[in-house]
């Protein structure tokens, strides 16, 4: 069975830092673009970061880019973002998703499977 | 940036009837969109990718359709668990990926 579990998440000051982790299990995670989107209470899905399956080549969404860090240790099955300067529009939900593969062919963000979601309240 | 805006915001409908929901794009994403229904208390889940495609395990009830810039999600025949919340996102023009604001489903 697939899971994502993510953790790190909580309740950190603005200008804070914190790092989310994104445990993998069930899937060949190696094989697996993998991304995080987050969902600010009561709204929508926004996409925040993507990373390829080897970990060479990352994406942000400009509203994180120089503030957050993607990373991933396929010997670990983890996934990381690494959020500094923290500000209150960051509170959300994070999800880390795993691309989606099909058939032999696998779509680096199309989100298949997803974690529970850590909650990231930012807040003096 | 590609934005997507899903209409209509909420749609009320009974089980067992058909339900449309639409997405329209600001520029052409080509078949490059996929659909999520999304529960309370829960994370999205995967329905249809490249406009038209079920994921695995998804029921034939799921179809999609659309190209360029104008998408539809069709259920047929409606289960009291497919009420819930279904997004649209593209990756036609990335980054940055962008979803919809999402319509609602009630019954």
């Known amino acids: 069975e697939v899971q994502l579990l993510e953790s790190g998440g909580g309740l950190v000051q603005p200008g804070g830092s914190l790092r989310l982790s994104c445990a993998a299990s069930g899937f060949t995670f190696s094989n697996y673009a993998m991304s995080w989107v987050r969902q600010a209470p009561g709204k929508g899905l926004e996409w925040v970061s993507s990373i390829s399956a080897s970990g060479g080549t990352t994406y942000y969404a400009d509203s994180v880019k120089g503030r957050f860090t993607i990373s991933r240790d396929n010997s670990e099955n983890t996934l990381y973002l690494q959020m500094t300067s923290l500000r209150a529009e960051d509170t959300a939900v994070y999800y880390c998703?795993?691309?989606?593969?099909?058939?032999?062919?696998?779509?680096?963000?199309?989100?298949?499977?997803w974690g529970q979601g850590t909650l990231v309240t930012v807040s003096s | 940036e590609i934005v997507l805006t899903q209409s209509p915001g909420t749609l009320s409908l009974s089980p067992g009837e058909r339900a449309t929901l639409s997405c329209r794009a600001s520029?052409?994403?080509?078949?490059?969109l996929a659909w999520y229904q999304q529960k309370p208390g829960q994370a999205p889940r995967l329905l249809i990718y490249d406009a038209s495609n079920r994921a695995t395990g998804i029921p034939a009830r799921f179809s999609g359709g659309g190209s360029g810039t104008d998408f539809t999600l069709t259920i047929s025949n409606l289960e009291p668990e497919d009420f819930a919340l279904y997004y649209c996102q593209q990756r036609g023009n990335w980054p940055p990926i962008t979803f919809g604001q999402g319509t609602r489903l009630e019954i």
């Open positions: 998703a795993s691309g989606y593969c099909s058939g032999g062919v696998c779509y680096f963000v199309y989100f298949q499977h």
């Open positions: 520029q052409s994403v080509g078949n490059y």
